[in-house]
C-alpha cells in the first residue's frame, strides 16, 4: 500500500483536533452527520499548504508533504 506523509506542527494538529471535537460536539447536539476533508495545495514544488473542512474551512499554513515508499 503506498502512503502519502504529511507534516505538521504542533498548532496544526491542535487546531484539526479542536475544530473535530468541536464540529462533532455540534453534530450530536444537532442530530446531524458531517464528515471532514483536508486538501494538500501546491503552487510548486516546495510551495504547499492545507487546508482542513468540517464546517468551515480553515487554512492550517505551509505544511510539508511527501510520497512513502513501502519498506
Not at 450530536?28 to 492545507?50: Q, Y
Amino acid at each position: 500500500m503506498k502512503k502519502i506523509e504529511i507534516e505538521l506542527t504542533d498548532e496544526q494538529y491542535s487546531s484539526i483536533k479542536s475544530e473535530i471535537e468541536r464540529c462533532s460536539k455540534l453534530n450530536l447536539e444537532e442530530a446531524t452527520m458531517t464528515g471532514f476533508s483536508f486538501k494538500v495545495c501546491d503552487a510548486f514544488p516546495g510551495i504547499s499548504w492545507m487546508e482542513f473542512e468540517m464546517h468551515k474551512k480553515i487554512d492550517l499554513g505551509d505544511v510539508s508533504w511527501r510520497f512513502v515508499d513501502p519498506e
